[in-house]
């Protein structure tokens, strides 16, 4: 029957896509001196393992993504979480810093691909004001992450004109910053 031909077309796909899963798993594992390291039940969340990404990866939707399918944007984060999630994998999740992700990742997410618009301007803003007094690591360790944030985060919360500003969320200083990039752009 038809049922029982596309049981078998699935199964057979299944089976294909798991070799190449374990093969690309492999590669990326000969690449950075760590053959077998890697086990087959990891290479299902991270077909990726040893090729440099920070993070998991997570297989839904059609394809894989940064995020599992049922990740929730972190809407409450203050803007020292969100510069640290931007920079830093959140391990607990195994999601990798939000520097990475793209629409695709957030495509279920209500808002998902703004939130991620504004994160990204957000940032962008910090990090232009790193670069302003040369300060910016590319690719920034822990402490790196903090050194930055304690030489820039005045740069945003002073936008606020709020004693409490630091406990604000980020989405707050996304106003803000708008507004001064929208003041910056009218003189």
């Known amino acids: 029957s038809t049922f029982q031909v ?3 077309v699935e199964h057979m796909l299944s089976d294909f896509q798991d070799k190449i899963i374990k093969k ?3 590669l990326g594992s000969d690449k950075d001196g760590l053959k077998g390291s890697s086990s087959s039940a990891n290479s299902r969340k991270n077909p990726f393992a040893g090729t440099g990404h920070d993070g998991r990866w997570f297989h839904w939707g059609g394809g894989y993504r940064r995020v599992p399918e049922d990740w929730v ?5 203050t803007l020292r979480s969100a510069w640290h999630r931007y920079h830093l994998m959140d391990h607990e999740s195994g999601v990798c810093p939000l520097r990475f992700l793209t629409t695709m990742d957030v495509v279920k997410q209500s808002n998902g691909w703004r939130n991620l618009s504004n994160l990204k301007m957000l940032i962008k803003y910090m990090i232009e004001k790193c670069k302003e007094i040369d300060c910016y690591v590319d690719k920034p360790s822990e ?3 903090n050194d930055m944030y304690r030489k820039i985060s005045s740069q945003v919360l002073r936008l606020s004109n709020n004693k409490r500003c630091e406990l604000f969320s980020w989405h707050t200083h996304v106003r803000n910053v708008n507004k001064e990039l929208k003041r ?3 003189e």
């Open 24 to 26: 690309v798993d492999e």
């Open 6 to 8: 596309q049981k078998q």
């Open 184 to 186: 910056i752009r009218n």
């Open 143 to 145: 402490n790196d992450v």
């Open 73 to 77: 944007f972190p809407n409450k984060m």
